[in-house]
């Protein structure tokens, strides 16, 4: 039993000689790495700051003033729309709002001064009407560019009346941009009856109604300002 007894002392003396090195790494190892994940390159621990609360009014308070606001004007579901594809307008006061809508009337005149030129040079996509090589349609169409291309520069002029809180020059403004496309039909009436193209004539309604949202919550916003 005693050469037993001490083979299995032999074997154990050996194998806490074998892990004795590897504690000792592991214990002049994991101080200092610890010590440089606590220190970093600051002098104590971080403090995490809480954010700053926004001011931004929350989804619901402002989905709750574009539906209020666009109640007041004459399309509302298409005011609600044309706001809403607009994400500014979750922070937007009524007098923001009222420069999304004249922006949304600008873009649609800028559309139409795109399309009639399109039709005018033949660059249409196909399937939709053109000139088809008629000189005076072909002229009415450049005029209808120029004056949508008139429309979309008196929608600048109103946003900048609206930032300028100038609320009678913005309504001016808008005014006159929903008449130009007009002209356009009116030129097609006595010159080239039942020739008015059928994207002209889309434009031209949509454009109406965009510039009558944007004069209504102008006058909401005039209304609550004075």
């Known amino acids: ?24 790494v592991s214990s002049r190892a994991g101080p200092s790495s610890a010590a440089h994940k606590s220190h970093g390159h600051g002098h104590g621990p971080k403090h ?10 929350p989804p619901a308070a ?53 399309t009639a030129a399109a039709l005018a040079n033949g660059t ?10 008629d000189a005076t349609v072909q002229a009415l169409l450049r ?17 900048e009346s609206i930032a300028a809180q100038d609320y009678d020059f913005a309504a001016v403004h808008v005014s006159a941009a929903a008449e130009y496309p007009q002209v356009c039909r009116a030129l097609f009436r006595r010159q080239r009856p039942g020739q008015y193209p059928a994207e002209l004539a889309a434009r031209e309604e949509a454009l109406r109604q965009l510039c009558s949202v944007a004069l209504d919550i102008i006058a909401l916003l005039a209304n609550t300002s004075g």
């Open 143 to 159: 005029t209808c560019a120029a004056k949508y291309g008139e429309a979309r520069d008196a929608l600048a002029a109103a946003r």
């Open 62 to 114: 402002a989905a709750a003033l574009v539906r209020a606001t666009c109640n007041s004007t004459a399309y509302p579901d298409l005011c609600v729309s044309a706001l809403g594809a607009d994400p500014s307008s979750a922070t937007a006061d009524v007098r923001g709002l009222s420069a999304i809508a004249v922006s949304a009337a600008a873009a649609n005149a800028s559309g139409g001064a795109a």
């Open 124 to 133: 249409a996509p196909e399937g939709t009407a053109a000139g088809g090589g």
């Open 48 to 57: 995490v700051h809480p954010s700053p609360p926004s001011s931004s009014p």
């Open 1 to 24: 039993m005693a050469p037993m007894a001490t083979t299995a002392k032999n074997a154990m003396v050996f194998l806490l000689l074998a892990l004795l090195p590897l504690a000792a």
